[in-house]
């Protein structure tokens, strides 16, 4: 059995090394699982290029199989699917100090990137059925983050119109979901052919961004002066600006990214002529799973995925994921040979 780590003191996609995972014995509210497949967000990214002082297992998202169950579970069995939620801890209601520094795959809690992985039942969520492995690795972060962006805070209704930056798994979970609902997209991108693709999936307008500088502008005379109703911030400071601009007076933005980095200058005056609500989008609840799960099997929406790579080209992976090439996510083949 194998897994990955970061190395402590190193940083950047070097600081990944295999080494050898030890069994051990359940807990009795603890299940063991053995992943399938996992996939890569930008938090990953971030993770290890900024380095961890202890060693970790990455990765927040991974999908498997039950293989043994301690003696007192009750939710799960061996077989069932599954995938790990990104806070194991936040079953419910509103996220909290204590939840919030429990995120899988971050110091202190190890991640997915494993090819067994240990968890006290209530950690892992069973997948729909007509999911691959692969499709289901991508839910936990990028699939959940769309959903409670949009569903849960965004409250986007059918005929309204979102603003959608760039192509990535959190776009274009939210660009399905928006069709789902009925809803007109604007999406945003600064490649021609991703914007072909997402047009192809249904996107209403495509804007180049770096064709388009000033695309809030853009997006005013696509709506007719009037602006979104919502808009999905990947971008961060470099670009939450122009989402201001580019929403309605009422209009709401769910800042879910920070893409463009951790810098930049914001003036609220936007917030407070137009009247806006800016709500902070972290993933979410295991209730928000549960619901999102409910609705991709009720759609048979399925994850948009660009390349599956083997478990010994994890570094190969990070660094397509680096390399801000992909179209839909970055998945990883754990399967035991």
């Known amino acids: 059995?194998?897994?990955?780590?970061?190395?402590?003191?190193?940083?950047?996609?070097?600081?990944?090394?295999?080494?050898?995972?030890?069994?051990?014995?359940?807990?009795?509210?603890?299940?063991?699982?053995?992943?399938?497949?996992?996939?890569?967000n930008y938090r990953d990214l971030i993770t290890v290029n900024m380095g961890v002082s202890h060693e970790l297992i990455p990765l927040s998202d991974g999908a498997g199989v039950v293989e043994d169950v301690g003696d007192e579970v009750v939710q799960l069995k061996k077989g069932d699917r599954?995938?790990?939620?990104?806070?194991?801890?936040?079953?419910?209601?509103?996220?909290?100090?204590?939840?919030?520094?429990?995120?899988?795959?971050?110091?202190p809690i190890d991640g997915m990137l494993a090819q067994y992985v240990y968890g006290l039942e209530d950690s892992f969520v069973k997948i729909p059925d007509y999911l691959t492995y692969e499709e289901a690795s991508t839910l936990p972060c990028a699939g959940l983050t769309a959903w409670n962006a949009l569903v849960v805070r965004g409250q986007l209704q059918a005929g309204?119109?979102?603003?959608?930056?760039?192509?990535?798994?959190?776009?274009?979970?939210?660009?399905?979901?928006?069709?789902?609902i009925g809803a007109r997209v604007i999406l945003l991108s600064s490649d021609d052919e991703k914007l072909e693709k997402a047009g192809q999936m249904g996107a209403d307008e495509?804007?180049?961004?770096?064709?388009?500088?000033?695309w809030e502008e853009l997006v005013g005379e696509k709506t007719f002066k009037v602006g979104a109703d919502l808009v999905l911030e990947l971008g961060g400071g470099g670009t939450l600006g122009k989402s201001m601009e580019a929403a309605k007076i009422n209009g709401r933005i769910s800042l879910v990214g920070v893409?463009?980095?951790?810098?930049?200058?914001i003036n609220?005056?936007?917030?407070?002529?137009?009247?806006?609500v800016v709500n902070g989008?972290?993933?979410?609840?295991?209730?928000?799973?549960?619901?999102?799960?409910?609705?991709?099997?009720?759609?048979?929406?399925h994850p948009v995925i660009d390349r599956v790579f083997k478990f010994?080209?994890?570094?190969?992976?990070?660094?397509?994921?680096?390399?801000?090439?992909?179209?839909?996510?970055?998945?990883?083949?754990?399967?035991?040979?």
């Open 206 to 214: 495509l804007i180049n961004y770096k064709k388009n500088p000033t």
């Open 281 to 301: 989008i972290y993933v979410g609840s295991r209730d928000m799973q549960e619901q999102f799960h409910r609705a991709l099997e009720a759609n048979k929406i």
């Open 268 to 276: 609220p005056l936007a917030i407070l002529r137009k009247s806006l």
């Open 82 to 107: 599954v995938v790990g939620l990104f806070f194991p801890l936040w079953q419910s209601g509103n996220i909290d100090a204590d939840k919030f520094a429990a995120a899988r795959g971050g110091v």
């Open 160 to 180: 309204e119109t979102i603003v959608i930056q760039g192509t990535g798994g959190v776009a274009l979970f939210a660009l399905q979901l928006a069709k789902t």
């Open 312 to 337: 010994d080209q994890v570094k190969e992976a990070y660094a397509f994921m680096q390399s801000a090439r992909h179209f839909g996510k970055i998945v990883i083949e754990l399967k035991s040979n």
């Open 259 to 265: 893409l463009t980095g951790f810098e930049g200058q």
């Open 1 to 40: 059995m194998k897994k990955y780590v970061i190395n402590p003191g190193e940083k950047g996609i070097d600081a990944l090394e295999v080494k050898e995972l030890t069994s051990r014995q359940l807990a009795p509210q603890e299940v063991c699982v053995r992943v399938h497949a996992a996939s890569l």
